[in-house]
């Protein structure tokens, strides 16, 4: 981990060093509930950010609002340095923000390689004239198909290739939602609870893949209710409840943080989250 991540004292809202995603006052709201009221957060460049909270504390409407998936009553954010606010999302992801979603989202009724291939960016052949001429799209497909190739041989997937997604175990899915987000070479790559239904026995694996992105270059921003997960794959930790950011830091120092421990169990306790014993019953 960093030497420093935070500029001064670890607290709600705190300036990074280096930050790749700023939001300031983004707040969303479903008639007299407000789901999402962020304040201001910083997201650092090129680590591992885990943001964690209880149950219906506005994680995954803010992944929706960041990547433009749904649109906020007010608020501004920008990656790296562009302003989003009102980016539809298939642009927002041609600008190397990619997210991930809790249900997976692979198209069933078509081949693992095809849905691999549906992951790249401007490619010559969605456009209806170039599509007629086939030497001004062939060898992007061939190359689009060996990196496809590359990324599922990479989540051993290699051997499902030609197989309908639909035939895909819930972990197998949530690797190929994965291995197709990379297709876009993104920046920054955001993933709402990528263990969420996944085997045991895949577990393991996606942690590895998920440190494979930060060892890439890659910055990642994940949703997990897994304390022990993230205790042991986060540089750093962001905490939501009731919408707005109540604590952030280190893994091992937000964990015992009394205002996180409250938000998650609903009174202040003598408790460490990161335990084993804890970890097993969020």
């Not at 929706?64 to 999302?89: I, M, Y």
């Not at 069933?108 to 095809?114: S, W």
Request: charged content about 20%.
């Amino acid at each position: 981990m960093p030497s420093q991540i935070a500029i001064g004292a670890a607290v709600p809202g705190c300036a990074k060093v280096d930050p790749i995603l700023i939001a300031d006052n983004v707040r969303r709201q479903f008639g007299g509930n407000v789901a999402v009221d962020v304040e201001h957060v910083e997201i650092p460049r090129g680590l591992i950010t885990a943001l964690i909270g209880p149950n219906g504390a506005g994680k995954t409407t803010f992944f929706n609002l960041l990547t433009g998936f749904d649109q906020p009553n007010s608020g501004d954010w920008t990656f790296d340095g562009v302003k989003l606010a009102g980016v539809p999302a298939f642009k927002v992801a041609r600008m190397g923000m990619v997210r991930t979603f809790q249900l997976t989202k692979s198209l069933n009724m078509i081949t693992v390689m095809e849905n691999m291939r549906l992951g790249a960016q401007r490619q010559p052949g969605e456009s209806l004239l170039r599509a007629l001429i086939k030497p001004l799209w062939k060898r992007n497909e061939e190359e689009i198909t060996a990196r496809a190739a590359e990324l599922l041989t990479r989540f051993k997937l290699d051997t499902k290739s030609d197989d309908f997604a639909a035939s895909l175990s819930g972990g197998q899915r949530k690797l190929l939602e994965m291995a197709r987000a990379l297709m876009t070479q993104p920046r920054l790559v955001m993933l709402d609870e990528p263990m969420a239904g996944v085997n045991p026995a895949l577990t393991q694996s996606l942690l590895e893949h998920i440190r494979g992105l930060k060892n890439e270059g890659m910055t990642v921003l994940f949703v997990e209710h897994d304390m022990h997960m993230v205790r042991n794959i986060s540089d750093w930790v962001i905490v939501m409840a009731e919408g707005k950011i109540v604590a952030e830091g280190p893994p091992n120092e937000v964990m015992k943080n009394p205002a996180v421990i409250d938000a998650y169990l609903g009174a202040h306790h003598d408790t460490d989250l990161g335990t084993d014993k804890q970890a097993k019953g969020n």
